[in-house]
């Protein structure tokens, strides 16, 4: 778009006066803040699960679930280091609860999502309703609601926290705090929710006022087992494989207002057509390996690696067996608000 004109000493010396005056000259930063096509600092990276789980195995020397109120390592978008993102706007940790430990019951503003990675017995409760975790269970914790989670087996859990925390804080609008004890009071039986909104019904005259999903436990055992039914008709999008979208059962809008949720299908020997979008995605493998290929770099990943596709940066994925992956990114804002693009395949 426009260049910043060139500089010379009297427009220099212009600059320089009207800055302690709370002023700066448009046309000289134009070009940086308005840009033909996006430009971030956020870069394409991978974690290794292996890597971060050993790292937490060794924070947990170090604190307690209840000390840390949270035992979570934040994985930080190489390009955005200081700013705890993984991408521009949205926030990804991994949590790890010792066997018999609880992380205690608080409630802020930013909307979470958990991924489980690893577990051999652990709950959240979140609002009155506890709910086991499960490998591969996509879990919500809605903004304002009060959550504690806690380890029951003898091995240890570990799950990906997904937040929006940079959208919350680009709105200054944080507000947290803690219940006082450790667990909340739990006021309905265990699948409650599931078994109301989970069954494809809903209570009649059941109206929601707030815009996530009342479903809050949505378990892999299902989403997988939806997946592979859909593999025998093979209707495989050329960019996606089978993408599916987890869905808000009330109005069929995404689950989560901030966070758009996919869980997706590539077959053994499937390379996709180049794809890129507006939103920054986060992967998690969840089976199967495959490489996802960024712009000009190549990521390998297995089960439980995370790695990250910046806004606007092309993306192949192959896979080298029938390969799952979990994904999250801000889309439903950028639809709320009219600014999602893609592109499919490279023009
Ligand atoms: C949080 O509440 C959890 O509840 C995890 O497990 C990560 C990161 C920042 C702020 C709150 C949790 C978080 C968090």
Not at 102 to 114: E, F, G, N
Not at 170 to 192: K, L
Not at 198 to 205: E, R, Y
């Amino acid at each position: 778009m426009i260049e910043a004109p060139a500089n010379t000493a009297e427009r220099d010396a212009f600059y320089a006066a009207i800055e302690p005056e709370s002023m700066r000259a448009l046309w000289s930063v134009m070009g940086a803040i308005i840009t033909p096509e996006p430009k971030s600092n956020c870069r394409p990276a991978l974690w290794r699960y292996d890597s971060v789980r050993a790292r937490l195995i060794e924070a947990a020397g170090l604190i307690t679930a209840k000390e840390a109120e949270r035992r979570v390592l934040i994985l930080e978008n190489p390009g955005l280091k200081g700013t705890s993102k993984v991408t521009t706007s949205l926030y990804c940790g991994v949590q790890l609860v010792m066997p018999g430990e609880v992380a205690p019951a608080h409630r802020h503003t930013q909307s979470a999502l958990r991924f489980v990675l690893e577990s051999a017995g652990g709950f959240t409760a979140v609002g009155g309703e506890k709910t086991e975790m499960k490998f591969g269970d996509f879990v919500i914790t809605p903004n304002w609601e009060w959550h504690d989670h806690g380890n029951t087996s003898d091995a240890p859990i570990l799950w990906l926290d997904g937040l929006d925390i940079p959208i919350v804080q680009f709105f200054d609008a944080s507000f947290a705090e803690g219940y006082g004890d450790d667990q909340q009071p739990i006021t309905r039986p265990e699948g409650d929710s599931f078994a109301r909104y989970g069954a494809n019904m809903m209570p009649l005259g059941y109206e929601r006022a707030v815009p996530v999903s009342p479903i809050f436990n949505y378990p892999y055992e299902r989403s997988r087992e939806a997946l592979e039914r859909m593999k025998a008709a093979a209707e495989w999008d050329p960019c996606h494989g089978l993408k599916m979208r987890y869905v808000n059962p009330v109005d069929g809008g995404w689950a989560m207002p901030t966070i758009g949720t996919c869980l997706q299908l590539l077959p053994k020997g499937f390379t996709t057509a180049p794809y890129r979008a507006t939103d920054a995605t986060v992967f998690v493998g969840v089976e199967g390996s495959g490489r996802a290929r960024i712009g000009a770099e190549t990521f390998e990943w297995g089960p439980r690696d995370v790695f990250v596709v910046p806004s606007w940066h092309e993306v192949v994925h192959e896979a080298d067996e029938d390969a799952v992956l979990f994904s999250y990114s801000d889309r439903p804002v950028q639809e709320k608000l009219g600014l999602f693009r893609e592109r499919r395949g490279n023009h």
